[in-house]
């Protein structure tokens, strides 16, 4: 059977904004937060450390800015901040991007 080598639908390459994923959607919560942003911290957390039940994030709201407080065993926090705070700085950028146009600030606290 013949198929198609080429990634685009038989319409011509014309896609809805459903099918990319576009649109207007608001991922913020009532308060202003971005719930997806502490799993997010999670998930790179446990690829740095070695003591996985030690992770703890949690989330503070402030007037301007929401604190993510991520908490690691005390062996691992030199494996979270890195060398001369590298990885803690990309971190904080991660957050930062995924944090989009919202309307607050985001910094993280790493303990």
């Known amino acids: ?3 198609r080598r080429s990634g ?10 459903r099918q990319w994923g576009g649109g ?3 991922y913020r919560g009532d308060s202003g937060t971005i719930p997806a942003l502490t799993g997010l911290i999670e998930f790179i957390a446990y690829g740095l450390v070695r003591n996985v039940d030690a992770v703890q994030v949690r989330e503070i709201v402030r007037s301007q800015a929401v604190v993510y407080e991520l908490r690691v065993a005390e062996e691992d926090k030199g494996r979270v901040i ?11 950028t991660v957050m ?16």
Do not use: C, H, T, W
């Not at 890195?82 to 904080?92: E, S, V």
């Not at 930062?96 to 303990?111: C, F, K, M, N, Q």
């Open 1 to 3: 059977m013949y198929q």
């Open 8 to 17: 685009r639908p038989r319409d011509g390459g014309r896609r809805g904004p």
């Open 24 to 26: 207007n959607r608001d």
């Open 82 to 92: 890195g060398k001369d705070g590298r990885i803690a700085q990309a971190l904080r």
């Open 96 to 111: 930062r991007a995924a944090a989009g146009e919202s309307s607050r600030r985001v910094a993280l606290d790493i303990i």
